[in-house]
């Protein structure tokens, strides 16, 4: 496999990861959303999205980080590759 290869396969890992991150965020609001009419404490439950909160943010910079190195190896398959010619050193 190559490494661009990999990379792909990375981004749609994230991408997944991301998704069902968004949705256990989701939930968590509707949890304390229902925690708060029913008269419970909510400072746990709210620790809790707060460090969901922190997860996406790093998990989109990591996404970032796979589509960067996509580009370079889309970049690198792109150019010309130099071959030295004759007499070259």
């Not at 997944?16 to 959303?33: F, K, M, N, Y």
């Not at 439950?45 to 190896?73: F, N, P, S, Y």
Request: proline share 4%; charged share 35%; glycine share 4%.
């Amino acid at each position: 496999m190559s490494d661009l290869q990999r990379e792909r396969e990375d981004l749609v890992t994230a991408d997944r990861h991301l998704a069902a991150g968004e949705q256990r965020i989701a939930e968590q609001i509707a949890l304390i959303r229902r925690m708060t009419r029913d008269g419970y404490d909510t400072a746990l439950a709210r620790d809790l999205l707060r460090l969901l909160d922190e997860t996406m943010v790093t998990w989109k910079d990591h996404r970032q980080l796979i589509l960067d190195a996509i580009a370079r190896h889309e970049r690198d398959l792109a150019s010309p590759r130099r071959h030295p010619g004759p007499g070259s050193p």
